[in-house]
């Protein structure tokens, strides 16, 4: 398995766009998910907290 996270922001409306990509062993698309969350600042670190925990929860792994 193997994720990536991006993030894409947009200053002048204040928001910060998220992808998140899984691949599986072969590097074949496996799952994504997208979202917008507001405020800049804190939206890089959020982005990275959700995307993990998306991808734990996705594949069964426990905290």
Do not use: P
């Amino acid at each position: 398995m193997d994720g990536n996270i991006d993030a894409s922001f947009l200053d002048h409306e204040n928001k910060i766009g998220l992808e998140i990509c899984i691949r599986d062993d072969d590097g074949t698309f496996a799952l994504a998910k997208t979202g917008w969350h507001t405020d800049v600042h804190v939206g890089a670190v959020l982005g990275l907290l959700l995307g993990l925990q998306w991808f734990i929860f996705r594949i069964g792994f426990l905290y």
